[in-house]
Structures are given as structure tokens and as C-alpha cells.
């Protein structure tokens, strides 16, 4: 007779069960991005109420592309159609996240979902939790030389959220990549925040960038997109206009769409 399986495995089973049809779910809602973190050991890092927090050991971490072309037509500073598009994602991964929010609790476990942008201290900047750092503990990418998370397929061109929860799920890995050679978001920063090294990576400058595009009225809030567009990846180098058209002058696809 075969012996029974060791309740440790069933464990480990079913974690990959969950993470399977949350995954599925999340694609289904749009998701282009996603990964889980086990973040028991960073907790102290967000700003929420202890016992808030104390159960909830894995966040889900979600990400949407951006539209090539509307980055395309960012050059010395933001348009009006990247600052409604950064709006209509922040939206987009807000309803996502209540959606997977929702998921979650039919199942019977607790959900957090942490807003894709939304300040709480003013002074520091900063909010309850660092997306980019959730995004990369869960595998989706690097921290890039701009200072933001770099995913192979879309380099920065993504937004993300994240939703905390005690579900039990599998957790993956932070990648074991980097940006390599690239420098194109060196050269494209109009203060030379961008540094060779990300650790480097001039706050001040930038910020004091994004306060003037908000203060000359360019934008009603402080977004910049110029290194989101230079930071295309794979998918990205397909989708901007930054490597010419995608058709001829008789509408023939001259390279492939993705
Ligand atoms: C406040 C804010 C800002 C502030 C300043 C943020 C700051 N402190 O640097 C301002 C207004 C300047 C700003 C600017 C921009 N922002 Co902003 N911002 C935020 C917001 C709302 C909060 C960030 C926060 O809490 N920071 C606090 C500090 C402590 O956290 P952190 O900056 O993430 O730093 C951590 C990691 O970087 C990590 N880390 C640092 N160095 C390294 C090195 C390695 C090797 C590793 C592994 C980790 C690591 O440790 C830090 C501490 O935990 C987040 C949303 C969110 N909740 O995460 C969006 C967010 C970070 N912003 C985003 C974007 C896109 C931008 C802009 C491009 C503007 C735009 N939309 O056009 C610029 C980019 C500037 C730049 N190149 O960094 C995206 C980034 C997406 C991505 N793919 O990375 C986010 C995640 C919003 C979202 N929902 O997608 N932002
Ligand atoms: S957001 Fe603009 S100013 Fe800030 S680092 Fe990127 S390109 Fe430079
Ligand atoms: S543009 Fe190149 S150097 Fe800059 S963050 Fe992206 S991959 Fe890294």
C-alpha cells in the first residue's frame, strides 16, 4: 500500500495550486505583470498598524504596460495625454487590486490592497509601502540605473500595486539580473539624475525637475515619463516609435507587432 503523503507536501501543494489560479485570475483582469513576495521578514518597513500586519506574510504584486506610443511622444518634458494615461493606470491597477482583494476574501483569507499611487508623508514622499521593492523581491525585475524596476519584457515602461494578504502561496525570487551595458536613461535625463550606479541616483535633482514641470504648468502633478520612455525592454523596443514605424508608407508591417 502506498503510504500516505506527509502533511508538509499537501502544504506545499496547495501553494502552488493558489498561486496558480490567482495568477490565472489576475491575467484575466488584465494583469500583464505578476509575482508574490514572502515579505515576513521587511514588515517593519510598512506604514500599517501592527496588527494590521501581523498575518499578512505575502503581498501579490501586479503590473500594467504603458502605451508605446503615447511615451513616444514624450520629449523635453510630459504631455497632457502621458499625465491622463498615468492616471487612467493608477485606476486601472486600483480596481485590479480590489478585484484581487475581493478573490481573495470569497476564498476566505485577508486582503490589503495599497493604492498604485498615493503619498502619506508628504515630507519624505513617501507611502505605505515601496511597490518597486515588493515588484522586486517578487521576481518581476531590477532595480534599473533610473532608479525604477526594470522588467526584461518592458523595461520601466509598467505601473504597479501590490495587495498584501495571508493566503497561503507560493513565493518566488527576486531575478538575478541588471541593466548590462545600457546607459539610455543616463543620456536621456534632462539633470543628470541618473547615475552609472542606482544607489547614486539623484532624488533631489529629479524631484526639484518634476516640482518645475507641475509649477510651469505642464502637468497637474509631479510625473516626468522621459526615463520610462528611454527604459523600453524587449517589448517596449517593439512598441514605441523609438525604432522608426511599424509600417511602410502602403501600410505593410515592417517589423513584427507583439
Ligand atoms: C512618492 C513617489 C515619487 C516621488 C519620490 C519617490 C522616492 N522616494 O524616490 C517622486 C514624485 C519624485 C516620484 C517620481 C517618479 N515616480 Co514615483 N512614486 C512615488 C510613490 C507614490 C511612493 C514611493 C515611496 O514610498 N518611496 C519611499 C522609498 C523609501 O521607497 P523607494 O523609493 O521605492 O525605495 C526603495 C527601493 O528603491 C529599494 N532600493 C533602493 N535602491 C535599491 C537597490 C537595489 C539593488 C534594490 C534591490 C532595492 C533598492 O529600497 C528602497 C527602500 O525600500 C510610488 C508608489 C509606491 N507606493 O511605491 C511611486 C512610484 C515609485 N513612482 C513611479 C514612477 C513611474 C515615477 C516617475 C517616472 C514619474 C512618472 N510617472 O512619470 C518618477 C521617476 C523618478 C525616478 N527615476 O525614480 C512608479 C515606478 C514604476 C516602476 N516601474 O518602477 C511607482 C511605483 C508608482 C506605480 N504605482 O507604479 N515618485
Ligand atoms: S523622472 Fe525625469 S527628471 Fe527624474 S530621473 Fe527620470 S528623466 Fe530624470
Ligand atoms: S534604460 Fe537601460 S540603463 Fe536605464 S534602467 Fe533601463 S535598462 Fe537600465
Redesign the pocket.
Known sequence: MKAARPYKDINVFSEIWNYRTLKKFCRLQGADLFGVADVSNIKD?FELVEDVKKGLNKAVCL?VALSGPILSEIEAQ?TKL?FHH?RT??MF?DQTAFSVCRWLQNKGAAALP??????LDWQ??????????I??LAGL???GR?????SERYG?Q?????ILTDFRLKADR?LRRGCGPCRACVAACPVG??RDN??N?G?LE??EK?KGFQRENVVGQ????I??KACGGKHGKKNTALNGPVEDQQGHHIRPLS
Do not use: D, M
Not at 114 to 119: G, H, N, R
Not at 124 to 133: I, V
Not at 222 to 225: A, K, L, N, R, V
Open positions: 518597513e503590473g510630459p502621458y498615468y493606470a493608477n491597477l495599497i493604492p498604485a499611487s498615493q503619498i519624505k514622499q513617501s507611502a505605505h509601502l515601496s511597490h518597486k521593492k515588484g522586486q525585475g531590477w532595480i533610473n532608479n525604477l524596476l526594470v520601466a509598467f505601473r504597479l500595486v501590490t527576486p539624475a541618473i542606482c544607489e541616483f532624488h529629479c524631484f518634476l509631479y510625473i516626468c515619463g526615463c520610462v
